[in-house]
Antibody, heavy 127, light 108 residues
Framework: QVQLQESGPGLVKPSQTLSLTCTVS??????????WNWIRQPAGKGLEWIGH???????NYNPSLKSRVTISIGTSTNQFSLKVDSVTAADTAVYFC???????????????????WGQGTTVTVSS | EIVLTQSPATLSLSPGERATLSCRAS??????LAWYQQKPGQAPRLLIY???NRAIGIPARFSGSGSGTDFTLTITSLEPEDFAVYYC??????????FGQGTKVEMK
């Protein structure tokens, strides 16, 4: 079955760029109708959706982070990636990647929940 | 932006008791709501999608209901492994793909 694994630096300096990769194994990132998501969770707090990318490459971002976030997909590498620019201590969190199946709905799309998750990776922003 | 409000924040129950968790949306999400369970140090696990459909491998003691703006997750008889934090998420009106703030089910 499909598995996801996050990777990237665990420590990032303030004002620098946080870069994470999610590797998809057990299936092709290009097959099916899926959104590939990034979610984060500060210690002791709830889940915050960062954004997602569709298999076609189209993206949606959380408006609260949109100006600093880029999600990209690599079909040849079977990976998708997250970049967050100009990080501060408020970006310290556990970062998860996940998969959500989706279908056309009205003039847009809708999802069926995130059925596959990575184990999460802790990113600390500190000098 | 749709806001999801979960209640109560904490539910203190004993094994064998029934748990009823609520999720209210600030505007209609039709039936496009999912529920997740998260245990400490773990990723969330999908329990319910489309308001009432159990995900693969989820025990029958978990059930979901509701449509529009009001949703409920029910655990009919709590097992020791069910004590965790539960989140709802709307799956139709993004961005953002909103989560509720969570309900912690703790052992009494």
């Amino acid at each position: 079955q499909v598995q996801l694994q996050e990777s990237g630096p665990g420590l990032v300096k303030p004002s620098q760029t946080l870069s994470l990769t999610c590797t998809v194994s057990g299936g092709s990132i290009s097959s099916g109708s899926y959104y590939w998501n990034w979610i984060r969770q500060p210690a002791g707090k709830g889940l915050e959706w960062i954004g997602h990318i569709y298999t076609s490459g189209s993206t949606n971002y959380n408006p609260s982070l949109k100006s600093r976030v880029t999600i990209s997909i690599g079909t040849s590498t079977n990976q998708f990636s997250l970049k967050v620019d100009s990080v501060t201590a408020a970006d310290t969190a556990v970062y998860f990647c996940s998969r959500a199946s989706t279908e056309n709905y009205g003039s847009g799309r809708r999802g069926f929940g995130m059925d596959v998750w990575g184990q999460g990776t802790t990113v600390t922003v500190s000098s | 932006e749709i806001v999801l409000t979960q209640s109560p924040a904490t539910l203190s129950l004993s094994p064998g008791e029934r748990a009823t968790l609520s999720c209210r949306a600030s505007q209609s999400v039709s039936s496009h709501l999912a529920w997740y369970q998260q245990k400490p140090g773990q990723a969330p696990r999908l329990l319910i999608y489309d308001s009432s459909n159990r995900a693969i491998g989820i025990p029958a003691r978990f059930s979901g209901s509701g449509s529009g703006t009001d949703f409920t997750l029910t655990i009919t008889s709590l097992e020791p492994e069910d004590f965790a934090v539960y989140y709802c998420q709307q799956c139709t009106n993004w961005p953002p793909n909103t989560f509720g703030q969570g309900t912690k089910v703790e052992m009494k």
